[in-house]
T-cell receptor, first 113, second 113 residues
């Protein structure tokens, strides 16, 4: 299995909602990432988990809360988001946190109303 | 800040022609990678070139790296309509912590059948 699976593919939420994005990989990778991508822009790093520990938080607002329950799963909990948080949220994994090849999921297209 | 700057921002060619995209960066790197993204989808890793390499091939792809000019180019030969996508360079900055893969702004390639 060489896939990174993200669910849901699309999500529409109001500013008072709480929702979660889910990411799963079964490649035995020990580094997992969340990226945010606005339309026609490059992906921007949000969080990095290395060996299930949060290694990097790129000054992301607290309304985004990551969680890594085990080495195969990565969640992003969303609460009280703003319309400007609407974007494609991409999960990625790599065998180790050495900036070599990243494997990306297809993303969750999030719209905040 | 964005490390990589792709040039051109958009490129339109006929099927069968070659497509060349360039990437410039500002600081020393450990490696440079190229990724492809179909519209609204995840990124797919294409090729990685290390700072001590000058050229690398993979199928119809040819990547060059000139560390003295801090630039790289991606050549796609004999393009196909299926090559239509956005292409991003990503740099692993030397001296930065692990996990810091920084994406450039991307080149949008359109291959006309």
């Amino acid at each position: 299995d060489t896939e990174v699976t993200q669910t849901p593919k699309h999500l529409v939420m109001g500013m008072t909602n709480k929702k979660s994005l889910k990411c799963e990989q079964h490649m035995g990778h020990r580094a997992m990432y969340w990226y945010k991508q606005k339309a026609k822009k490059p992906p921007e790093l949000m969080f990095v988990y290395s060996y299930e520990k949060l290694s990097i938080n790129e000054s992301v607002p607290s309304r985004f809360s990551p969680e890594c329950p085990n080495s195969s799963l990565l969640n992003l909990h969303l609460h009280a988001l703003q319309p400007e948080d609407s974007a494609l949220y991409l999960c990625a994994s790599s065998p180790s946190p050495r900036n070599e090849k990243l494997f990306f999921g297809s993303g969750t297209q999030l719209s905040v109303l | 800040s964005q490390q990589g700057e792709e040039d051109p921002q958009a490129l339109s060619i006929q099927e069968g022609e070659n497509a060349t995209m360039n990437c410039s960066y500002k600081t020393s790197i450990n490696n440079l990678q190229w990724y492809r993204q179909n519209s609204g989808r995840g990124l797919v890793h294409l090729i990685l070139i290390r700072s001590n390499e000058r050229e690398k091939h993979s199928g119809r792809l040819r990547v060059t790296l000139d560390t003295s000019k801090k630039s790289s180019s991606l050549l796609i030969t004999a393009s196909r309509a299926a090559d239509t996508a956005s292409y991003f360079c990503a740099t692993d900055l030397r001296g930065a912590g692990s996990y810091q893969l920084t994406f450039g702004k991307g080149t949008k390639l359109s291959v006309i059948p």
